[in-house]
T-cell receptor
Framework: GAVVSQHPSWVICKSGTSVKIECRSL??????MFWYRQFPKQSLMLMAT?????????EQGVEKDKFLINHASLTLSTLTVTSAHPEDSSFYIC??????????????FGEGSWLTVV | QKEVEQDPGPLSVPEGAIVSLNCTYS??????FMWYRQYSRKGPELLMY??SSGNKEDGRFTAQVDKSSKYISLFIRDSQPSDSATYLC????WGFGNEKLTFGTGTRLTIIP
């Protein structure tokens, strides 16, 4: 099946610094990628929809200036957490839609990235 | 009211039992229904997807959708310890541009050897 790769899997950063997480579709093209946040024992919370070549669409309550999303190519989207604070510590997961397939069964998830801000 | 409701569990069953996981939803615009399995500290893995109402079987897994009742189910037969995970239902509207998935809260399942 299709593979979505996230990097890094684990990252620890200091408060006030920025950290970038990459999401790559390895064997398909993805015009649309999604970024989620997941707290322990909770479901996935959609943060934003990343659109190749255009601005991301953010969900209500998500700070655009804090969570910068760039989707520069059909296989890569990045999430940058700027001026990170301990409350930003979370599990961040991306997903991507295989645009070459029919609807429904074509959204694949990455393995997730654990961010700890100290 | 949440668009998708799912019992968070936890649910513990003995090995070999049949497991039934369920979600209800309120938005009749949902047309695609998916079940994801998520192991601890990992991303979700797509198990099953169904378009509109009906049943779909894949090995030990069966997904059912009843749109008239706005109710979906996932059955796991001959459950194994490796099935222990969190199961998330997800739904999507039809049409290009309606890419967003709406998730249930997930049910934590433990299969006891």
């Amino acid at each position: 099946g299709a593979v979505v790769s996230q990097h890094p899997s684990w990252v620890i950063c200091k408060s006030g610094t920025s950290v970038k997480i990459e999401c790559r579709s390895l064997d398909f093209q993805a015009t649309t990628m999604f970024w989620y946040r997941q707290f322990p024992k909770q479901s996935l919370m959609l943060m934003a929809t990343s659109n190749e070549g255009s601005k991301a669409t953010y969900e209500q309550g998500v700070e655009k200036d804090k969570f910068l999303i760039n989707h520069a190519s059909l296989t890569l989207s990045t999430l940058t957490v700027t001026s990170a604070h301990p409350e930003d510590s979370s599990f961040y997961i991306c997903s991507a839609r295989d645009q070459g397939q029919e609807e429904g069964n074509t959204i694949y998830f990455g393995e997730g990235s654990w961010l700890t801000v100290v | 009211q949440k668009e998708v409701e799912q019992d968070p569990g936890p649910l513990s069953v003995p090995e070999g039992a049949i497991v039934s996981l369920n979600c209800t939803y309120s938005n009749s615009a949902f047309q695609y229904f998916m079940w994801y399995r998520q192991y601890s500290r990992k991303g979700p893995e797509l198990l099953m997807y169904t378009y509109s109402s009906g049943n779909k079987e894949d090995g030990r897994f069966t997904a059912q959708v009843d749109k008239s009742s706005k109710y979906i189910s996932l059955f796991i037969r001959d459950s194994q310890p490796s099935d222990s995970a969190t199961y998330l239902c997800a739904m999507k509207k039809w049409g290009f541009g309606n890419e967003k998935l709406t998730f249930g809260t997930g049910t934590r399942l433990t299969i006891i050897p």
